[in-house]
């Protein structure tokens, strides 16, 4: 019974976080926040998955931002995740249709838990029409000339909308602009996004190698925005038993808290950890892992989750 409570108050705190701001204002609302395979992952049947396959109501979605504009009645998704039918479900139920035109989907690279949703627009599945999808050079290139991507294109699924390095998209009252990170490229290349209000701005970094291969110093991202969500895929090393995690370069969580350890609090209250592994003990919001991660002013990206631009 104990377990049942604790599991309840983590899904609806899960839902209700949020920072109050004006009615109008627009906000992310966290739409999903583990590594691409989802939790639990697929043949993944050890004791830290098992939870998640018994009880429904603990399974996380992949790292996915719904980004809502109550004045210009917009709404867009970050992300096209395997998750996207349940997510852009979840994205209706906070922002329904009957008022908010879904007005683009913007994509960091092509890993399958960052793209493959898109096939749920085909005409097997929604047949939509026209949806606006935001990809830099060589990911438009890579969906425009593969299938089954192409397909959505042949029959005007999607409409690719070409991004440029450092080149902002102004999006009524937002403004949204990719920038390159290291990561591994093998089909497209990898970015992340600034993301701006009238009021606040975030970060959003789901993949990148480790922080010194960034040209941009980490701390100085973080001083830049009020809300940085990135990169945790691993809370330490050794967390995968018998691998060598030097061939998987995320940043550990581990290392991003001993990189950020001379900012002061609020700072540190930024970072927001997104992209866990099925194997990141932050999953378990009773682990130790996430109570320390917590007592050092750092936060834990939940599904539901609303900060205010």
Not at 14 to 24: T, V
Not at 279 to 296: A, C, D, G, I, Y
Request: hydrophobic residues 40%; contains cysteine; charged residues 20%.
């Amino acid at each position: 019974m104990k377990t049942l409570i604790i599991i309840f108050t983590y899904v609806i705190s899960s839902i209700f976080i949020s920072i109050s701001a004006a009615e109008n204002d627009p906000y992310l609302y966290v739409l999903g926040v583990v590594q691409d395979a989802g939790y639990p992952q697929t043949a993944c049947y050890e004791k830290h998955c098992m939870p998640g396959w018994e009880n429904p109501l603990l399974r996380r979605g992949a790292a996915s931002l719904g980004l809502i504009d109550p004045s210009n009645n917009k709404k867009y998704i970050f992300e096209a995740t395997p998750n996207f039918p349940d997510q852009l479900y979840r994205l209706e139920q906070e922002a329904p249709s009957s008022k908010y035109t879904l007005n683009g989907i913007f994509l960091t690279h092509a890993h399958i838990g960052h793209y493959a949703g898109l096939m749920f627009l085909g005409h097997e599945a929604a047949g939509a029409s026209n949806i606006p999808v935001y990809a830099m050079p060589r990911m438009k290139k890579y969906l425009a000339e593969n299938g089954p991507w192409s397909q959505l294109v042949k029959y005007k699924n999607i409409n690719l909308m070409p991004l440029q390095n450092n080149e902002p998209q102004i999006l009524g009252q937002l403004e949204v602009t990719p920038f390159l990170v290291p990561h591994r490229d093998e089909y497209s290349e990898t970015v992340g996004y600034l993301i701006k209000g009238p009021n606040k701005s975030a970060l959003f970094i789901p993949d990148i190698n480790k922080w010194p291969q960034w040209q941009t110093k980490l701390v100085d991202a973080i001083k830049s925005v009020d809300y940085a969500f990135i990169d945790a895929t691993f809370y330490d090393d050794g967390e995968l038993p018998g691998r060598d995690m030097s061939k998987i370069p995320h940043p550990f969580v581990a290392e991003t808290m001993h990189e950020l350890k001379l900012i002061d609090a609020t700072e540190k209250n930024k970072v927001w950890f997104i992209h866990l592994n099925h194997t990141n003990p932050l999953l378990n919001p009773e682990s130790k892992e996430s109570k320390f991660v917590k007592s050092q002013g750092f936060n834990i990206s939940v599904e539901g989750l609303k900060l205010y631009l």
